[in-house]
């Protein structure tokens, strides 16, 4: 006997990219604060902490060697340097949420998301632009769609219709009359 729940394909990722700036962070905390089962990978990075960060809750903090392992071992999703680190968002627990069917909302830059993009298909990448800010034909052809950050409250309502249409909810016996 089979039931919806194991017939219910995975959920979409969506990639939130935008240039330097557009306020990605704030956006995604709000976004998380709004719709709390949205959930945004823990990415691996070979710098130190900063100021209050935590190993496991901010970013996983490894060796050089270690982010090599990974990499190595196909574990990363996608990865890139920043100056003298690297960093990069782990494969398995995003594969493990998308299959339960949870939303999943993951930050990157431009070439972080293209790389997620053509590591899986079927992604959403959402723009997130400044008033007035006009992306390159290449930018604007690669997203399916791009969200005004002017007003902050406004773009995260814009974001979490977008993240709610993703994902299948929760399977709900049929109705019986």
């Known amino acids: 006997m089979s039931t919806d729940d194991e017939t219910r394909p995975a959920a979409r990722p969506t990639v939130l ?3 330097s700036g ?13 719709f709390p ?27 050089p060697a270690e982010f090599d392992r990974l990499v190595a071992g196909g574990e990363l999703l996608e990865w890139f340097r920043m100056g003298p680190h690297l960093r990069g968002t782990p494969r398995e627990p995003l594969r493990t949420r998308l ?10 830059d431009l070439p972080g998301a293209l ?4 590591a899986l298909p079927g992604v959403d990448l ?13 930018v ?13 409250e406004q773009a995260v309502a814009e ?8 994902y299948l909810a929760p399977a709900r016996p049929p109705l019986r009359g």
């Open 126 to 138: 959402v723009l997130l632009s400044p008033p007035g800010w006009r992306a390159s034909p290449a």
């Open 17 to 19: 990219t935008g240039p």
């Open 37 to 63: 089962s949205v959930w945004v990978p823990v990415p691996v990075t070979t710098r130190p902490p900063g100021p209050g960060e935590r190993d496991g809750v901010d970013r996983h903090f490894v060796t």
């Open 140 to 152: 604007a052809e690669a997203v399916a769609h791009t969200v005004v950050h002017g007003l902050t």
């Open 22 to 34: 557009a306020g990605r962070d704030g956006v995604v905390e709000r976004v998380r604060a709004r």
């Open 115 to 118: 790389a997620v993009r053509a």
């Open 159 to 166: 974001l979490v219709g977008l993240l709610g249409s993703s």
């Open 99 to 108: 299959a339960q069917g949870r939303p999943v909302l993951l930050p990157l």
